[in-house]
């Protein structure tokens, strides 16, 4: 009886192992020097508008690597390039850890003039003519749409907005989201995903001509 509880036990380790081994790690922020600054060196700038990348600082929050995001009446986006690194058949699950500490006052991400958001993070899968048939799914902390609500951005038609987190309620505090990719491609393109190219993380506050602060700790692709 001991040798075959051993060797279920055994076998219930391997099984751990093998699914976190499918786990892939996008970002964990421990490459960098906590209080360096500026745009980390596997990231790659937005090629609109004018990014502050002065405003984004790795930090230790809580026993936490995190990248810390600012912004004032300014919009800023980096971008992680993640093709041949994803294979959603395997880990289509996105998991990300983030904390959103000021909110863009009246932001609405369902309307073209308060399109501002604190956290945000953005699966990305480019076609050409990118600026019209890209598809982009932006996984975001909203000031006033409810949890749940999916709609297309008025300002950025390639993307569709779900929104994971609204209000308030849950300021400073650190929380992990989970999203299936597949399924929610699926609900809002009619059919099955190809393996994303990118990854954005992205922070506004310009349209609202306000304030907007988030934190995103570790971010990776899981199985089931």
Known sequence: MRRRATVAALAVLILIGIANA????IEDWKA???GSTGLPGEWKPQNWGSPNYNNLEIVDDEGRRALHLKSANDSTTLNREIKG??????TPILEWDWKSTVLPTGGNSCKKATDDQAGQIFVVWPRFPEAVRSRIIGYVWDTTQPVGTVCKSEKTGTVTYVVIRSGPADLNRWLTEQRNVVDDFR???GDAPDDPSVLS???DSNDTGTRAEAL???IRF???
Not at 22 to 25: I, L, N, P, R
Not at 85 to 90: D, H, P
């Open 222 to 224: 899981k199985s089931r």
């Open 22 to 25: 499918a786990d892939t790690v």
């Open 32 to 34: 960098y020097k906590v």
């Open 216 to 218: 995103i700790g570790t």
């Open 187 to 189: 609900k809002i393109y």
């Open 201 to 203: 993380l992205s922070i």
């Open 85 to 90: 690194r994803v294979n959603l058949k395997q």
